[in-house]
T-cell receptor
Framework: AQTVTQSQPEMSVQEAETVTLSCTYDTSENNYYLFWYKQPPSRQMILVIRQEAYKQQNATENRFSVNFQKAAKSFSLKISDSQLGDTAMYFCAFMKHYGGSQGNLIFGKGTKLSVKP | EAQVTQNPRYLITVTGKKLTVTCSQNMNHEYMSWYRQDPGLGLRQIYYSMNVEVTDKGDVPEGYKVSRKEKRNFPLILESPSPNQTSLYFC??????????????????FGPGTRLTVL
């Protein structure tokens, strides 16, 4: 079974600075997807970034980028130029590429990020 | 606007009183899913549906039922709610991915959530 671990329950960062959120996962699959979702106080689940395991290039979306280390099973999220609106709970998630229960997103327990003015 | 909607957004009920949480998407997605979110546990999948009349259990299906009679709707049914089903519920949908003939989902898009309290 796959597991996703986020070892930082809470983090804080000053506005305009950079912060990195950690995520590790365990799987025997070779092909899969990894996601970061953001959950602001409104509780909406918002996709931040998506990575396909067979792509070596790290995904980027504006101020958000990932450091994907497949051998180490590590998938960290870097937020540059942090903004007050980035304050949220961030969830790392894993999804198989093929096979039974393929669409089941396996989530970590989340990291609560606070951006301070 | 492309979206996933859920109703009601908030519900307080009592043990044993049957309830239904509706989920609807307007993106013509084939895959739909229900998750529950509990403090310190992240989100866990309850049930999913790969298409009309095709549903299957996720990781925590006990106490829940679903149906998929139309592509756009995927209601979650609690026949006899209990206090341990107090949670935040999310519906999600996803387009298919690839043309290899083997069905795969792509990125899932979530509804706004339903906060359920069972007394």
């Amino acid at each position: 079974a796959q597991t996703v671990t986020q070892s930082q329950p809470e983090m804080s960062v000053q506005e305009a600075e950079t912060v990195t959120l950690s995520c590790t996962y365990d799987t025997s699959e070779n092909n899969y997807y990894l996601f970061w979702y953001k959950q602001p106080p409104s509780r909406q689940m918002i996709l931040v970034i998506r990575q396909e395991a067979y792509k070596q290039q790290n995904a980027t979306e504006n101020r958000f980028s990932v450091n994907f280390q497949k051998a180490a099973k590590s998938f960290s999220l870097k937020i540059s130029d942090s903004q007050l609106g980035d304050t949220a709970m961030y969830f790392c998630a894993f999804m198989k590429h093929y096979g039974g229960s393929q669409g089941n997103l396996i989530f970590g327990k989340g990291t609560k990020l606070s951006v301070k003015p | 606007e492309a979206q996933v909607t859920q109703n009601p957004r908030y519900l307080i009920t009592v043990t044993g009183k049957k309830l239904t949480v509706t989920c609807s998407q307007n993106m013509n997605h084939e895959y739909m899913s229900w998750y529950r979110q509990d403090p310190g546990l992240g989100l866990r999948q309850i049930y999913y549906s790969m298409n009309v009349e095709v549903t299957d259990k996720g990781d925590v299906p006990e106490g829940y039922k679903v149906s998929r009679k139309e592509k756009r709707n995927f209601p979650l049914i609690l026949e006899s709610p209990s206090p341990n089903q107090t949670s935040l519920y999310f519906c999600a949908s996803s387009p298919p991915l690839g043309t290899s003939g083997r069905y795969r989902t792509d990125t899932q898009y979530f509804g706004p959530g339903t906060r359920l309290t069972v007394l």
